[in-house]
Every structure is written in C-alpha cells, then in structure tokens.
C-alpha cells in the first residue's frame, strides 16, 4: 500500500516535470537568448534570486560568460544583459525597451497617487513628446544641471552640513551609531537644501518616514500592504503625504529651492492637484535620499577605515583646503562603482530584436550594474578592491577605462538627473569631516568591522546590516569658514585660527 503510494507520487511528480519541462521548452523561441537556470524550471531562478539577491547575478554571469540570457520565472521570462556592449542598443529603444510602464506602476502602487493622478501620468500618451513622464525630467534640468539653480541647491545643503558639523558635540567627542548618525546629517542637509525654510522634516514625528523605504517592494508588487508594510503604509499615508499636502497649500515651496518649484509647475501644469501633487514628492524624496545617504555612509567606512586612503584622501582635502574643486568626487565614484547593487529594469513593448536576439513582448530586461562593476575585462585585476585613485587623472592623462562601464547613474534615456548634487553633497560632507573629525569605532578593540549588507531590490545602494558604533572626535580647534561659490569653480573652504576653546 505505501509502496503504491510512493510510486503514485513519485509518477505524479515526474509527470509533472516533463509537463514543465516541455512547456518550457516549446515556449522558448531559439533566436531569444539562451534560457539557464532550468534544472527545476521555471523554480531554479526563483530560488536563487531569492537567496542570492543581486550577487546571483554575478555568478551566473561567471558560471554561464553570456552575453545575454533568458530567466524563465512563473508567468514572467526576464532577459538578463551582461555585456557592455549590448547595453547602448537597450538604452536606445526607449519605446519597445521601455522605462516608462515601470514608472507608472511605481506611482500607482508606491507613491499613493490617486486615480485622477493616476490617468494623467499613466495614461496611453505616455510615451508622447509632451507627456508628464516625457517632460518630467527636462522639467528639473534648470535646477540639477550646472547653474544657479544647482548651484543654490548644492550651497545650501553644504551650508547645512557645515553648520551641523560645527555645533556637533560642542566640541567634545561623541558617540553614534555610524549609520543612524550619517543618515540624520544627509537627510536634513537634503531636504533643507530642497524644501527652504518650511523644510516639513523639521517636524520630529516626521522621524517615521525612515519607516516607508523598507516596505517599497510590498507596495510595488501589491503584495497586501496593508498587512505586510503596515508601518510603511502608515508613514505614507498618514505623516509624509498630509505633510507635503500642507506645504504646498501654504505656497511654502515658494520659499524652496528651484527644484521644487520646478516639480511643483510641472505637476500642476500637467493638471495634478492637491494630494496628488503631494504623494509625488514620496517619489522624489525616495529618489534623491535613499541613494545619497547610503553613499554617503560607505564613502565614509570606505575612507575612514583605511589608514592608508584615510591619509591620503586628508592630505588631499588638507593641501586643497583652499579650493577644493567639485570635480574632485573620485572617491565617490568608486564608492558607487564599488558597493553600487541596483537593478535597472525595462519592459519590452512589443517583439522586438536586439542585436541577434529576439526578445518577446510582455518580457522584463534587465541589467545589473554589480555585474558590470566587478568585470576585470572591463576594469582590471584591481576590480575587486576598493581603490580610491581609481577614478583619478592628471591633466594629461587619458581615461583606461570605457567611460560606460560606469553605470551608477543609469544611462542613455534614463540617466540620473540628480548625479551633480548628489556627488557635489557628498564629497563636499566627507571632506568637511576629514577636515574636522576622527572617527573611531567603539567596537571591542576598537577595530574597524565591515558591516554585512542588506540588498534590497529597490535601492543603488545597499544599506549596513550591522550597527558601526564609533566615536566622533574633533581633530583640533580650529574653526573652519566654508564658502560654496558655484560647482563650476569649486567648493572653497578657508581654515580660520581661533582663539583656544572655539570651535
Ligand atoms: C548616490 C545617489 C544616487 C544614485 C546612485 C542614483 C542612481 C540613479 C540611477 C541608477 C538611475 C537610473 C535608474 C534606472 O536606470 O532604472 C536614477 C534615476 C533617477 N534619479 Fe538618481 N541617483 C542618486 C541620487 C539622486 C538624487 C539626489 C536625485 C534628485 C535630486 C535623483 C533623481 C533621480 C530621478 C528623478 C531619476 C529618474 C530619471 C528618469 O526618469 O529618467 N537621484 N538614479
């Protein structure tokens, strides 16, 4: 009888494999890329996307050496590109290989946006010239790209750090949890730099908005919410949103940088209103924090927990202390060349070739930049090490690397409008800390511990697993006059000597 048994199950097992592995097979087109992964089909990437987050990728990378390939998950094929030089093509065929849909789920489902916003930026005209996603990018550009506008956003949020540097433990050393402490800094240098004087997060119970990233992917994929990112939801719906509602119908964003007031003609000239026009600064708040604290932290491991990158990263902010030019974010660079985890994803429109590939309709492209960031073909043997000179070049010097491989910012049609302040604001704070403090960790014996990563799907960058106890302690007294004249001539910092006890 168990015997009987074990054979009905082991029959109806096996059946159900051939069932798969045909379906699998007979539904695989041979001009698309090669399908792997399918020793349990359409289970094996499953699995192994979820133990080994973006890292899978790389080993398949490794395993495979394709320059492209097909993942068949349930009801979904997702095409993975390797190589560099497929990487252009996808980035050109901003119609079939699109960006769009996926920013339109992301403000359906993430941002809260209601169906009357819904329609205006989702709607079938998308794709169109004078669409709110077509436009809405070039719509910031007089605020991020080099200017007045970027100049004012940047000297603010520099101005922020300065100050907050300056009062911080009156002078006496303190003790933080690294990442908690760098975040709180980066967080209200940006958005005080963004929102002015009204800046709605200096209102402590807006605290909890650290509370919504976490549940991104719950709200992204509709995965019940409610119950599943209960705090997300929470700070959403009830603090950030109410919050940004409040600031825009008391016409603070007048008083804000022009980055706001360019976000907040955009909304209202495409016909956005109210809380519509609110939930979309969920969007942009996610956008321009998420990324530049987690940089900003590793920038700040990566410097301070080397002694050989600390001096020499000191000496270099110490001999320029003069003017420091803006173009100086080398160790940003690799900073995000060499922790950055993100996944770029697209939807293909309709058939569609690539190169010799077919891909089909419906299906998902993908490219993951620790894939083309831990490439020794395309970096060198030295790709696995954190390498503050990296991106460093005299005058003369010609770049070794292609100039695409660096893919921290996205690229072609989608390319990070918010790349010059972000690495104006982050090296400008590393450096202003160099300048100051040193860190040391309050760990037993006092060591310098890589904290493990958490990679979540959503973000470029990871955040720290583990907590980095350190204590931040002055260097000296001296008191520091920190000038931001335009990213165009350079950060100037100009050291005063004061009397003993200032600082
Ligand atoms: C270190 C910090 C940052 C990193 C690593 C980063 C990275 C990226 C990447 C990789 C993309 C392309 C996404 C894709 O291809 O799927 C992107 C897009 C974008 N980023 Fe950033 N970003 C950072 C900071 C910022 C800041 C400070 C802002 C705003 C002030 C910003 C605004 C945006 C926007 C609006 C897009 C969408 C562009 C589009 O729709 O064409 N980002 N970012």
Redesign the pocket.
Same mark, same amino acid.
């Given at each position: 009888m168990m015997t009987s048994m074990f054979a009905l199950v082991l029959g109806s097992v096996g059946a159900a494999y051939v069932f798969v592995s045909a379906l699998l097979y007979f539904t695989q087109d041979s001009k698309e890329p090669p399908a792997i992964e399918t020793a349990l089909p359409f289970i094996s990437p499953l699995l192994g996307l979820v133990f080994g987050m973006q890292q899978y990728y790389v080993k398949l990378r490794d395993k495979y050496g394709l320059a492209i390939y097909t993942l068949r998950m349930p009801g979904q094929r997702i095409y993975v590109v390797n190589s560099l030089s497929l990487i252009p093509a996808v980035q050109r065929q901003i119609k079939t290989i699109a @960006?769009a849909p996926i920013?339109a789920q992301a403000v359906a489902t993430v941002m809260g946006i209601g169906p009357a916003g819904n329609a205006i930026i989702g709607s079938d005209k998308m794709f169109e010239a004078d669409s709110y #996603?077509s436009t @809405?990018?070039p719509s910031?550009h007089p605020a /991020?790209s080099p200017g007045p506008g970027l100049d004012a956003l940047s000297g603010a949020a520099i101005r922020y750090a300065s100050g907050s540097l300056a009062k911080l433990g009156g002078g006496k050393p303190m003790a933080v949890e690294l990442f908690f402490w760098v975040r709180q800094e980066l967080f209200m240098a940006?958005t005080e730099s963004?929102y002015g004087p009204k800046n709605p997060f200096r209102d402590p119970a807006l605290e909890q908005a650290y509370d919504f990233e976490p549940g991104i992917m719950a709200h992204m994929l509709q995965a019940w919410p409610s119950l599943l990112a209960r705090k997300s939801l929470h700070a959403r719906d009830r603090l950030l949103i109410p919050a940004f509602e409040k600031y825009f119908a008391e016409d603070s964003h007048l008083q804000g940088s022009l #980055?706001v007031q360019c976000r907040y003609e955009h909304n209202t000239s495409h016909g956005l209103r109210g809380r519509d026009v609110a939930a979309t600064e969920i969007g942009?708040m996610v %956008?321009?924090l998420t990324?530049?604290v987690a940089?900003a932290f590793w920038m700040v491991y990566h410097v301070f927990s080397d002694p050989v990158v600390l001096a020499a990263c000191r000496a270099e902010v110490e001999q320029q202390l003069v003017k420091m030019e803006v173009d100086d974010d080398d160790d940003v660079h690799e900073t /995000?060349r060499y922790v950055?985890i *993100?996944v770029? %994803?697209r939807v293909v429109m309709e058939d569609t070739m690539l190169d010799k590939y077919l891909l089909k309709k419906g299906a998902t492209v993908m490219t993951i930049?620790p894939v083309q960031h831990t490439d020794a073909s395309l970096w060198g043997p030295t790709v696995g090490k954190f390498d503050h000179r990296r991106f460093l070049r005299g005058p003369d010097e010609k770049r070794t690397t292609n100039p695409a491989a660096f *893919?921290? @910012? &996205? &690229?072609g %049609? +989608? /390319?990070?409008? &918010? *790349?010059h @302040? +972000?690495s104006t604001e +982050?090296m400008s704070f590393v450096a202003l800390l160099l300048l100051r403090f040193d860190l040391k960790p309050t760990t037993k014996g006092g060591k310098w511990v890589t904290p493990r990563k958490n990679y979540p799907m959503t973000s %470029?960058?990871p955040t720290p697993k583990d907590k980095l106890p350190v204590e931040i302690v002055p260097r000296d007294q001296r008191k520091w006059r920190v000038e931001f004249s335009s990213s165009s001539k350079g950060v100037e910092m100009i050291a005063e000597d004061v009397a003993k006890g200032g600082l």
């Open positions: @960006f920013e #996603l @809405f990018v910031t /991020l940006t963004i #980055l942009q %956008a321009s990324n530049s940089s /995000l950055h *993100r770029s %994803a930049t *893919r921290s @910012f &996205g &690229g %049609a +989608v /390319l990070c409008p &918010g *790349r @302040f +972000v +982050v %470029a960058m």
